[in-house]
Nanobody, 115 residues
Framework: QVRLVESGGGLVQAGGSLRLSCVAS????????MGWYRQAPGKQRELVAT???????NFADSVKGRFTISRDNAKNTVYLDMNDLSPEDTAVYYC?????????WGQGTQVTVSS
């Protein structure tokens, strides 16, 4: 079973930046699709960004041009660089791993953007 541990969340002012990290256990990271999702209070969890094993990325329209996703297979780590943050980005951010039919979620990290 793969364990995902996120870090890097916190409180930031509007216009600021944060970097989230997610470290995966096990040995399937390099072959997996990694993703970041978020869930704001009272809302459904939504996709933020994904990155395939080949490095192909996909972003939600709401974060395009502001967020970047990257991965370091040697460190079993996926990153989410978030720039020009707004209060609408406030949410719990979750790391996700998908490999064929297997999926795993992290425990989430809180990001709060003050206006």
């Amino acid at each position: 079973q793969v364990r995902l541990v996120e870090s890097g969340g916190g409180l930031v002012q509007a216009g600021g930046s944060l970097r989230l990290s997610c470290v995966a256990s096990g040995n399937i990271f390099s072959a997996a699709v990694m993703g970041w999702y978020r869930q704001a209070p009272g809302k459904q969890r939504e996709l933020v960004a994904t990155i395939t094993s080949a490095g192909t990325t996909n972003f939600a329209d709401s974060v395009k041009g502001r967020f970047t996703i990257s991965r370091d297979n040697a460190k079993n780590t996926v990153y989410l660089d978030m720039n020009d943050l707004s209060p609408e980005d406030t949410a719990v951010y979750y790391c996700n791993l998908k490999r064929v039919i297997y999926t795993s979620w992290g425990q989430g990290t809180q990001v709060t953007v003050s206006s």
